[in-house]
Structures are given as structure tokens and as C-alpha cells.
């Protein structure tokens, strides 16, 4: 690198002068700057109003999932990611459930916690009853934070007080139940664990450490059911083949890892096209996966009497509608009109169908012709353009090296030179 990254006063600069820094110091042409000056639908200066240090932007592919029918209502899905075979994937399970009624979701409510941790109380048991006896007033103050939240029915609701044993010794922890309504919450909810933490110390006798939401929200879950007609997916031996590979995902977490990601593949593009705090939902995923003690299936898979392949989700779903990224990325303004859902818990439903389409449809081909076919198809035109293919030749390249089943730059080269070559 041209120069040290610790450049005085960069956080302090406008996005165009960050972006000449940057571009001097790594080399990158008039060109590739311009590229990272365009953001598409998001203008520079508001992108440098949702983050720090703003150069530019990156666009993702966003792609519409269709198909999908939800407690009788139909949805368009906006998805974004980079990865091949994933939309199309969601689209054609979405569609193998139409003809029985589609997906079936309910939720537990738009409920997260937020934790406060209370370290050196002498007394911790004494002190759990001290806290949750002034439960009242602890609520009052919590819910003084967001006036707006407790107009639209929702704010603190609960206090739950538990004594955990670390290796520092045992500590409280108050938990915080709050409805966050069509907010994901974080804001409220941190805002909240904040204001009453001096309470907190106050009734424990304690010193309050960490006020902070937690992301395994598991009284914000998501439940989704579907049954997949045996001909819909491809007979009898499929039906099995899924439930075998459902059975090898829950008794073994090297491959539940995978199978969890393949749900993660719809829900993440979903989160992502509309805004929300994907990461969050990630953590929530894997933890609630795991809250057993052993890593699970976040998805359960059973042959009904007829032989169709009935299939479920339960996991939690931390989105939003109001704040955040939601609210002020145009482009995620626009997909939740795509979807044309109308409160969080509704976009939580619709993304728990998303994650189990995404479920049956890698199953269903992992069980049976694979994935690397599929994914190839879309992977070869990705190398063929790579390659320097344009127009026609894309696809020309893309079909030549999927039949030799050698989906690779070198041979994308080669082939480029060869038919271009041709009159
Ligand atoms: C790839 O992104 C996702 C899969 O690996 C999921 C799975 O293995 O179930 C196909």
C-alpha cells in the first residue's frame, strides 16, 4: 500500500475528498472511482449519513422471488445476494406449495430483551426479589424512554431477573421484555437497559456493567409450515431423500451448519434487500439453533399420510419497519413496497417462508441430481463474462463449458479467443 492507513481527521472529511485519499493511496483508476461515486439508488451523502468514513457504494443484484403464497395472500419477494441459484431456488419451491394452500406462518409477538448485568451484589438472590418487588417503577422509567412506542401499544412490558454463575463469580442479570411493535428495537430497547441501569444499581446494591439487547430473541420467533405434494417435488424417493437429509443435518452439526445456512440463504437476501440488521439475525439463528446445548435443525421435515413432504420453521425474527436502514435506504423503501407488507411482524412471517423454501429447495437437490448442475449453469456465465465474454457468447461459453463440465477461467480464456475468432 502506497501509504499508512492511520490517516489523521479521515472520519472528518466529506465522502469525494475520503475517496481521492483512497484513491491515491491504493492506485484506482478515474474509472473504478467513478464506479464507487455512483451509488445507485442510494445518494452519496445520505449513505454518508447512515455510516462513518463513506467513499461510495456497493450495489448488490436485487432480485424478485415469486410464487410465494403466504396465509392465503400472494407475494412478490425482493431478495438481495450475490450468490447464483438462490432466488431461483426459493421461487420454484414457493411454487412445488401452491397447490396445498402454500406457507402457513404465525409469530410470537415483536418482543425482544435487553439485558443488564450487575456484578459485585453480595446478595444475589436478595437482590433478584428487591428488583422484580420495584418491578413498576423500573417499567415506568424504561417506558418513559420511547412515548411514541407505548402510544403505538408496545414499550417495556416485563422485568425478569436471573443469577447466573461465570468465572467471575455469580452476577445478576435483569432482563428487560419489551414490545417493540414495527421496530426491530435495538435503539429502544438499548435506550431503554440504559435509562434504568442506575435504578438497577440502586435495589441490587450492585455495579451495572453491560446494557444491551440481546440477539437471541426468542420471544420474537417466526413459524412457518408448508407441505410439498410428492409429485411437486419429485416423487416418493425425494420425499425420503429429504427426510434423510434432514435426519443427517440434525444429528450432526458439520452438516446442520450447512443446512442452517441454506435457510439463512432466503432469509439474509430478504434482510437484506429491505434493510434490516442481517447480522442480528444471523446470531439470533445459530444461538436459538443451539439452545439446547447441542447445534439443531432450525427446520423439521416429516412425511404426511399421503406421502407429502410437511415442513416447518421456528426461529427468531428481529425485523423492522420503522428506523434504521428501513426507513432511509430508498432502495429498501422500495422493496418493502414490493412486498407490500404493512407491519414487522407480517415481513417476519414472510421471511420464515423464505427460509423454508430456501430449506426444501437445496434439500430436495442436494437428495437427488446435487447442486453444483443448478448453481453451474448461473457460476459458468459468471466465469464466461469474467473471461471477457459480452453478448451472445456468454451464454455460448457458459452451455460449452457446463457440457464439459469444466466451468473455469482458463478455459472461458480460451474459449473467448476461439470464438470471437470465428466469422
Ligand atoms: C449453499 O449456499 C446452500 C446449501 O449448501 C444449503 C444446504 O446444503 O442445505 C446448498
Known sequence: MARPSNVSGFYKLPPEERLKIIKEAVGLSNEEADLLRSTGGLKLDAANRMIENVIGGITYPFAVATNFLINSRDYFVPMALEEPSVVAAASNAAGWTRGKGGFFTSNTGPVMIGQIQVVGVRDPFGAK?????????????????????????????????????????????????????????????????????????????????LRIISNL?????????????????????????????????????????????????????????TGQDHRALEAGAHAYAARSGRYRSLSTWEKSGDGDLVGTLEMPMAVGLIGGATAVHPIAKIAVKILGVKTAVELAEVIGAVGLAQNVAALRALASEGIQKGHMKLHARNVATMAGATGDLVDKIAAKMVEEHMVRFDRAKQLVEELSRKP
Open 217 to 273: 430473541a426468542t420471544r420474537r420467533l417466526v413459524r412457518a409450515k408448508a407441505v410439498f405434494a410428492k409429485d411437486a417435488v419429485g416423487g416418493e424417493d425425494v420425499v425420503d431423500g429429504v427426510l434423510d437429509a434432514f435426519a443427517f443435518a440434525d444429528a450432526d452439526p458439520y452438516r446442520c451448519a450447512t443446512h442452517n445456512k441454506g435457510i439463512m440463504n432466503g432469509v439474509v437476501a430478504v434482510a437484506l434487500a
Open 129 to 209: 426479589m428487591d428488583i422484580l418487588a420495584a418491578k413498576d417503577r423500573v417499567l415506568d422509567r424504561a417506558n418513559g424512554v420511547d412515548p411514541v412506542l407505548v402510544k403505538f401499544g408496545g414499550g417495556a412490558k416485563d422485568v425478569e431477573v436471573k443469577v447466573i454463575d461465570t468465572v467471575r463469580g455469580p452476577m445478576i442479570v435483569c432482563e428487560l421484555i419489551v414490545d417493540c411493535r414495527d421496530a426491530m428495537g435495538a435503539n429502544a430497547v438499548n435506550s431503554m437497559a440504559e435509562i434504568v441501569a442506575p435504578m438497577i444499581e440502586e435495589l441490587s446494591g450492585g455495579k451495572v456493567l
